[in-house]
């Protein structure tokens, strides 16, 4: 069982840049990784995700161009910079793995999750 922590979040204000960690406890190099982010009230949604090698990626339209995934499979670790950051970014942020051959865009497709972490953008 993979154990996945992240670290990073913090407040900010609108504009700012923060980049989210992800630290895997075993190998993730079989893993596709991907980053969620819940509000209060709303369902989990995907964010980004990034493929086994780091090849390939996607993003929600609301970030293209503003966030960037990446991944060191040598250290087990998934980041997120953030940049431009807007208060409607605001949110608990999770970190999840899958082992599904697919490019899994729904939580449901993923196998592990870390416990979250808050990103707060204030205006």
């Known amino acids: 069982q993979v154990q996945l922590v992240e670290s990073g979040g913090g407040l900010v204000q609108a504009g700012d840049s923060l980049t989210l960690s992800c630290a895997a406890s075993d190998a993730i190099s079989d893993y596709q990784m991907g980053w969620f982010r819940q509000t209060p009230g709303k369902e989990r949604t995907v964010v980004t995700v990034?493929?086994?090698?780091?090849?390939?990626?996607f993003y929600t339209d609301s970030v293209k161009g503003r966030f960037t995934v990446s991944r060191d499979n040598n250290k087990n670790t998934v980041f997120l910079q953030m940049e431009s950051l807007r208060p409607e970014d605001t949110a608990i942020y999770y970190c999840a793995a899958t082992s599904s051959a697919t490019f899994p865009r729904t939580g449901a497709a993923y196998d592990y999750w870390g416990q979250g972490t808050q990103v707060t953008v204030s205006s």
């Open positions: 990034i493929s086994r090698g780091g090849k390939t990626t």
